[in-house]
């Protein structure tokens, strides 16, 4: 298992403006995901984040909007950029569990943002 | 592609009462299968999961899910709920075809306890 801490916990933020999420892993993991789950909805795949490589973005995400970071095999940031009331959702951060054939997955507690 | 159906988006159920959540999903290979709670304010945490072998996974905190392939449903119940499992409910598959395979998730259960 893993045990997946994300900064901040929540914030609210003003349009035009960005927020960058951070998620620390208590033990070194290959794959790193990134999803959004809106109010209301399920869990939405932005990206998954590789140490060493560029992230893979989904279809309806991209770069300009979504960057991400991964310096190292426990630690990868997500940005939100030029924010609009549409980007309130919780943000999380999920990891694949170590050995396993299966891509089991463990996730953070998440980061609500709430954009005015 | 996989895709998986939470018929019930809402379920209120009297405390000590038993519930039944119910997951379908579709697929043309073998799938894994999971249950995963949020609580409120909080992140996913998995409950159960179907590898293989027994068809009755038993999870935390009183769960079990039940496979069936030939209806595709892997449905969650417990047989007494307690208000501390107000919750939401998400069931994901994830194809058995080797490699990284994404997840995908279910739109979600409320789970609603009523003292």
């Known amino acids: 298992s893993a045990v997946i801490s994300q900064k901040p916990s929540r914030d609210i933020c003003q349009r035009g403006t960005s927020l960058t999420i951070q998620c620390q892993v208590d033990s070194q993991v290959t794959m790193m995901f990134w999803y959004r789950q809106q109010p209301g909805q399920s869990l939405t795949l932005i990206a998954t984040?590789?140490?060493?490589?560029?992230?893979?973005?989904e279809s309806g995400f991209v770069i300009d909007k979504f960057p991400i970071s991964r310096p190292n095999l426990t630690f990868s940031t997500l940005t939100v950029s030029n924010l609009s009331p549409e980007d309130s959702s919780i943000y999380l951060c999920?990891?694949?569990?170590?050995?396993?054939?299966?891509?089991?997955?463990?996730f953070g507690p998440g980061t609500r943002l709430t954009v005015l | 592609a996989q895709s998986v159906t939470q018929l019930d988006s809402q379920v209120p159920v009297f405390e000590e009462a038993p519930v039944e959540l119910r997951c379908n999903y579709s697929?043309?290979?073998?799938?894994?299968l999971f249950w995963y709670v949020q609580y409120p304010n909080q992140g996913l945490q998995l409950l159960l999961k179907y590898l293989s072998g027994s068809t009755l996974v038993k999870g935390i905190n009183g769960f079990e899910a039940e496979f069936n392939k030939s209806q595709t449903s892997f449905h969650l119940r417990k047989p007494s709920v307690h208000i501390s499992d107000t919750a939401e409910y998400f069931c994901?598959?994830?194809?058995?075809?080797?490699?990284?395979?994404?997840?995908?998730f279910g739109t979600g259960t409320k789970l609603q306890v009523i003292p």
């Open positions: 697929s043309s290979v073998s799938v894994y």
């Open positions: 999920s990891v694949k569990a170590g050995g396993l054939s299966y891509n089991e997955q463990f």
């Open positions: 984040a590789n140490q060493g490589s560029e992230a893979t973005y």
């Open positions: 994901a598959v994830i194809l058995n075809s080797g490699g990284y395979q994404k997840v995908t």
